[in-house]
């Protein structure tokens, strides 16, 4: 009886994650939940369970805990329920299933309908639907038909991580067939689950018998039974080696054995040993140490260790332990073209190489060392990404559609959605800078990255917004600097946040347009009118910073002075004049000249500059009445003859005044007094929230 092992089997790269972080969190907390399975394998939970980790359902939330989520992800408002409770929330969620969560989150944003084939009682497909509002799971092409979809531009396709790659081409070629629109499918089965069924596939094409092991519940062990029944008569579903009776086995000549992605090493290694133990001879012997040569075995595309036998100014020579010597062409010794063998290595140097040939025409195997230096980066550039780290990106490049970048020596790319939480018109500005970002997608195979610059932004931009409404209050003087202007105020950078100046607070007097007073870049002192932190609002003031033009006014002229000012508007009865101080005034048409004037725009003009002289201030009213003729030759007797006239004039028959009148009103005093700010308040804010 032969015994092999599946080239590929046990823990993949986000399940050793979430176990390792599941007993690392045990060994450092105390009350210590798990919500549900870590992962569907029975002695993984019972070793946690040892470490007093209780298992809580979603029926009862703790307070004030340590909860460790699924590897297989959590819906999005459970998340949110167990922060809210207080807990510290350890997420381990599979990196391959948060990258799931994105691309559903961005279809919702664009407005894409998602089709999710998988099992919809799957935690990992309940997860993967909270994180979008139109997000349609079906089991296979059969379901296709039932879809909800009308004249739909675009679809996104994507697949529980587990699922076999041909099940998702049936639905996609399905959806092409039902629909006229775009078919966007995104490759999310996890690289390391398509290995294993590939890996299992082989096996059982050349085996009598298949044992699989894992959990009963695990989506992936089940998927791998499913394939090699699909190729192999006998096939066996097991948890542990130990529900075999074993004795029946020796009738098959070759048995095959894979395993699960959540299923520990040693539940592996004790079904080989028990194998071992059924059948003690030399054939079990050689099937162990087959096993044990299959990690180290010689083969295109593997990396091997070598020992250097010599190196010349062309090659470097490497025994590495195969029945041919291996060569290391000048070529691939490194990135750079001019560097010398001699100064790389020495006789008798350990390294590490990559099967380029298994022969070069002279019996030699063709060997490489760069490519392994290479890979070793790309090693810690999935790390990182499996980590979250950021990274340090040097633009490099301006390309259609985004950014070329340089980190640790790989090429790197960042969208232009991406490069900023702002709408950035040029892209050009950012080449030759170094900007930390986040590794939003990530495939090895492929060598390609995606980096996000706007992620880091907005972490940073909403850390520095709660120190900044932390030291804010209503009625503070602080510094800002103008960022832009909009037609309803100017918004200004108050430490890294922006507030509004809204156009009524710029200054006393009427404001055509905010860069009347201020202009981009321009620092100012600006005084904190109202805070609204959960709308992220901070309502600004310049003109509290300087005195009312009534009050300067009224400290510096009284009736009878003789003003400079400028014709700000011009009526049919009279023409507004704004006064050094600010304020404005009326000069009726009849106090323009002696002689007879029709129209006031029969002499005056619009920005003019004429001298005037006080006739009256209504200190109640706030208006101010101003002459021209009272300055030309005769004027001061005439005036003093209408006044007098005037007194003696029953009150009910006196001429109209002009501040009956709403235009002279609105000029005849300073005319922020006359705006309802409370009420422009309200209505700006929205005007801003849009604008913003």
């Known amino acids: 009886m032969e015994v092999v092992l599946s080239d590929v089997y046990g823990f993949c790269g986000g399940v050793k994650r979430a176990v390792d972080k599941a007993f690392q969190t045990a060994e450092a907390y105390e009350n210590v939940k798990l919500m549900g399975e870590l992962v569907h394998n029975a002695e993984v939970n019972k070793e946690l369970h040892d470490l007093g980790v209780e298992v809580i359902d979603e029926g009862s939330l703790p307070e004030d805990a340590t909860v460790i989520t699924r590897s297989h992800g959590t819906t999005k408002s459970l998340k949110a329920a167990l922060e809210e409770r207080g807990n510290r929330v350890v997420d381990t969620t599979c990196p391959f299933v948060s990258r799931i969560y994105d691309i559903v989150e961005k279809s919702d944003e664009e407005g894409i309908p998602v089709v999710l084939v998988g099992d919809p009682d799957h935690p990992e497909i309940k997860g993967i ?3 979008g509002r139109n997000v349609h799971v079906v089991r296979d092409e059969g379901e296709v038909d039932d879809l909800p979809f009308e004249n739909e531009e675009r679809i996104a396709l994507i697949s529980q991580t587990t699922n076999p790659k041909k099940i998702v081409d049936k639905v996609e070629y399905r959806l092409k067939g039902v629909f006229t629109g775009d078919v966007l499918r995104y490759n999310t089965i996890c690289k390391a689950t398509n290995d294993r069924q590939d890996a299992c596939r082989m096996l059982a094409k050349n ?4 044992l699989v092991i894992g959990g009963k519940n695990s989506a992936n062990t089940k998927k791998l039974a499913k394939i090699a029944a699909e190729y192999c008569e006998h096939v066996y579903h097991i948890q542990t080696i130990n529900q075999l009776d ?6 098959f000549n070759k048995i095959g054995i ?16 028990r194998m071992d133990n059924l059948n003690r001879d030399e054939m079990n012997n050689e099937m162990m140490e087959a096993i044990e040569n299959s ?4 083969r295109r595309g593997e990396i091997v260790d070598g020992e250097v036998l010599y190196v010349t100014d062309d090659e470097v020579m490497v025994n590495i332990g195969y029945r041919a010597d291996g060569i290391i062409s000048r070529d691939e010794l490194s990135n750079d073209p001019d560097v010398k063998p001699e100064k790389l290595f020495e006789q008798g140097d350990k390294i590490q190489v990559y099967v380029m040939k298994m022969d070069d025409g002279d019996g030699n195997v063709v060997l490489s060392y760069k490519r392994v230096e290479n890979m070793k980066v790309w090693d810690k550039m999935e790390e990182k990404f499996e980590n979250e780290e950021l ?4 633009v490099t490049n301006v390309v259609k559609g985004g950014l070329t970048c340089d980190v640790d020596g790989l090429n790197g790319f960042i969208p232009a959605s991406h490069a900023s939480v702002r709408f950035q018109r040029d892209l050009s500005k950012y080449v030759g800078q170094d900007l930390e970002c986040e590794i939003i997608d990530f495939d090895k195979s492929r060598r390609k990255f995606v980096l996000s610059r706007k992620n880091v932004e907005a972490r940073e931009i909403e850390e520095k917004r709660k120190e900044v409404y ?3 209050e209503e009625g503070q003087v602080i510094k800002g600097t103008v960022q832009r202007l909009t037609n309803f105020g100017a918004f200004v950078d108050v430490g890294g946040v922006d507030g509004l100046i809204h156009i009524s607070e710029l200054s006393w007097n009427r404001v055509k347009h905010p860069s009347d007073v201020v202009s981009p870049g321009q620092e100012v002192e600006v005084v904190v009118l109202k805070i609204d932190e959960e709308r992220n609002r901070i309502a600004l003031g310049l003109k509290q910073l300087t005195k009312k033009p009534w009050d300067t006014f009224v400290e510096t002229v009284k009736v009878g002075d003789d003003v400079k000012g400028t014709v700000v508007n011009i009526l049919d009865f009279g023409a507004f004049v704004r006064l050094e101080s600010g304020v404005d005034g009326l000069l009726h048409v009849s106090q323009i000249s002696r002689q007879h004037v029709d129209k006031p725009s029969d002499v005056l003009e619009i920005g003019q500059e004429i ?7 209504n200190f109640e009213d706030k208006k101010i009445s101003l002459s021209m003729k009272a300055l030309q030759p005769g004027g001061d007797d005439e005036q003093a003859n209408r006044e007098k006239k005037r007194d003696k004039k029953p009150r009910h028959k006196e001429a109209p005044q002009v501040e009956s009148k709403p235009e002279e009103e609105n000029f005849s005093m300073a005319i922020g007094d006359l705006i309802d700010f409370d009420k422009l308040e309200t209505e700006d804010a929205d005007a801003g929230e849009d604008e913003e």
Do not use: N, Q
């Open 258 to 273: 894979t395993a699960g992605a959540s299923t520990p090493d040693s539940v592996i290694k004790e079904a080989v040993s």
């Open 391 to 394: 990274v340090t990106a040097h």
């Open 295 to 298: 990690f180290t075995r010689v």
């Open 246 to 251: 074993l004795r029946p086995f020796k009738k």
């Open 470 to 472: 932390a030291t804010l």
């Open 129 to 131: 639907v909270s994180y």
């Open 611 to 617: 001298e005037v002289r006080v006739t009256d201030i």
């Open 207 to 210: 085996v009598d018998c298949m």
